[in-house]
Nanobody, 125 residues
């Protein structure tokens, strides 16, 4: 199982980026996928999560109203649309996959089974 994150880059404050995470090696996640981020010297925190159907989503308070998570199961890909970016959004962004049921959307690192390699997002002021 491999997760390939892409779409990061350098953007000015107020700008937008769309991250993508493509899954290969097996059937696309049947439960949930999530995006996390880790800034230098800080812990890796949840940004957003989405159920297999796309009907349930979770967002960290700091990104609500600015970020949107979505998925295309036909393309085995999950997306994170990031608008109104702020310098504090600067971090390495990771996608993650959970295949087993949980009863709720997973929001903690240990609740995910597979991880992508990360993509750097830098927001300049």
């Amino acid at each position: 199982v491999q997760l390939q994150a892409s779409g990061g880059g350098l953007v000015q404050a107020g700008g937008s980026l769309r991250l993508s995470c493509a899954t290969s090696g097996r059937t696309f996640s049947r439960y949930a996928m999530g995006w996390f981020r880790q800034a230098p010297g800080k812990e890796r925190d949840i940004v957003a999560a989405i159920s297999w159907s796309g009907g349930s989503t979770y967002y960290a308070e700091s990104v609500k109203g600015r970020f949107t998570i979505s998925r295309d199961n036909a393309k085995n890909t999950v997306y994170l649309q990031m608008n109104s970016l702020k310098p504090e959004d600067t971090a390495v962004y990771y996608c993650a996959d959970r295949s087993r049921g949980l009863g709720r959307l997973p929001t903690r690192q240990y609740e995910y089974d597979y991880w992508g390699q990360g993509t750097q997002v830098t927001v300049s002021s």
